[in-house]
């Protein structure tokens, strides 16, 4: 017997639905939801969830605060305004507020050239400057921009004068020219 074209289409279609049916038992069927047993056998043991009440408490009466100022400036530095009471009071007294005493540092002391200047020269007309520095027994010839005694730069060399600075403070000093020790 032969099958026309319709028949087979309804065979394979029904033989799709059996298998289809198939696997929706054997996959999707056999589940525990089915029973309606969601959890693993055994005793129940409820989760360690903490009470939220008490923190929700005090959040609460944290945001209900209101900021009430005090007068003083948060964002300056030093003692608080005097109340009004306390202002009437100082007047009434005449003696002046005391104020906090701050330390002032103590500026460092200007540098000193320990050699003694006792003369300068230039050997080409129109050459740099060099002055004479004595050190005790030895004599230094410098120019401006040099540096002796590792911390002291020399600045300028004038007619009477030598000028120079300390390159750790910054700080200027100047020394006069003084005549050389006759021996």
């Given at each position: 017997?032969?099958?026309?074209?319709?028949q087979?289409?309804?065979?394979v279609?029904?033989?799709l639905?059996?298998?289809?049916a198939?696997?929706?038992?054997?996959?999707?069927?056999k589940?525990?939801?089915?029973?309606g047993?969601?959890?693993?056998?055994?005793?129940?043991?409820?989760?360690?969830?903490?009470?939220?009440?008490?923190?929700?408490?005090?959040?609460?009466?944290?945001?209900?605060?209101?900021?009430?100022?005090?007068?003083?400036?948060?964002?300056?530095?030093?003692?608080?305004?005097?109340?009004?009471?306390?202002?009437?009071?100082?007047?009434a007294?005449?003696?002046?507020?005391?104020?906090?005493?701050?330390?002032?540092?103590?500026?460092?002391p200007?540098?000193?050239?320990?050699?003694?200047?006792?003369?300068?020269?230039?050997?080409?007309?129109?050459?740099?400057?060099?002055?004479?520095?004595?050190?005790?027994?030895?004599i230094?010839?410098?120019?401006?921009?040099?540096?002796?005694?590792?911390?002291?730069?020399?600045?300028?060399?004038?007619?009477?004068?030598?000028?120079?600075?300390?390159?750790?403070?910054?700080?200027?000093?100047?020394n006069?020219?003084?005549?050389?020790?006759?021996?």
């Amino acid at each position: 017997m032969a099958l026309n074209k319709q028949q087979k289409e309804r065979v394979v279609l029904a033989v799709l639905l059996v298998v289809a049916a198939l696997v929706w038992f054997f996959y999707f069927g056999k589940s525990d939801t089915a029973s309606g047993n969601l959890a693993k056998p055994g005793a129940y043991t409820p989760i360690a969830a903490e009470d939220y009440t008490i923190i929700f408490k005090e959040m609460g009466e944290s945001q209900s605060t209101v900021y009430k100022s005090s007068g003083r400036n948060i964002f300056i530095a030093g003692p608080a305004a005097a109340a009004p009471a306390e202002v009437a009071q100082a007047k009434a007294t005449k003696a002046p507020p005391l104020l906090p005493t701050v330390p002032v540092p103590v500026p460092p002391p200007p540098p000193v050239l320990s050699m003694k200047f006792f003369g300068y020269g230039s050997l080409p007309t129109n050459g740099p400057r060099r002055a004479f520095l004595l050190d005790g027994e030895e004599i230094h010839i410098v120019e401006e921009g040099d540096t002796v005694q590792n911390h002291i730069r020399i600045t300028h060399i004038g007619n009477d004068r030598i000028e120079y600075e300390d390159t750790l403070t910054g700080k200027k000093n100047s020394n006069n020219l003084e005549l050389p020790p006759q021996g």
